[in-house]
């Protein structure tokens, strides 16, 4: 993975491409993903589960930012369940959330 701000105005990319490190994430989820991003791109097998460990990762953080999985802003439904979720983890001794 690279942050670069030569390459896509600095978006996460696959090291030494121009491949958006989302786009072979979610390409990657799909049925035939690999498959095609191993033929028709030229992703390695490590570039694919690096794609993959970082769009868990930052999708993982994306309710902390008021953002769907999706990347998305939340809409007022999404906020009133983002708020829900957090109230369910107070006292929760998980690293990620710390003690609420």
């Given at each position: 993975?690279?942050?670069?701000p030569?390459?896509?105005?600095?978006?996460p990319v696959?090291a030494?491409?121009?491949?958006?490190?989302?786009?072979?994430?979610?390409?990657?989820?799909?049925?035939?993903?690999?498959?095609?991003?191993?033929?028709?791109?030229?992703?390695?097998?490590?570039?694919?589960?690096?794609?993959?460990?970082?769009?868990?990762?930052?999708?993982?953080?994306?309710?902390?930012?008021?953002?769907t999985?999706?990347?998305?802003?939340?809409?007022?439904?999404?906020?009133?369940?983002?708020?829900?979720?957090h109230?369910?983890?107070?006292?929760?001794?998980?690293?990620?959330?710390?003690?609420?």
């Amino acid at each position: 993975m690279e942050v670069n701000p030569d390459r896509l105005s600095g978006s996460p990319v696959i090291a030494a491409t121009r491949s958006p490190a989302d786009d072979v994430a979610r390409l990657a989820a799909t049925d035939d993903g690999e498959a095609i991003l191993w033929a028709d791109y030229g992703q390695t097998d490590e570039q694919i589960a690096d794609a993959r460990t970082w769009w868990a990762a930052v999708t993982g953080y994306a309710p902390a930012c008021g953002l769907t999985s999706q990347g998305h802003r939340a809409t007022a439904v999404d906020r009133r369940q983002l708020g829900a979720a957090h109230r369910d983890r107070a006292g929760s001794t998980d690293p990620l959330w710390g003690s609420l």
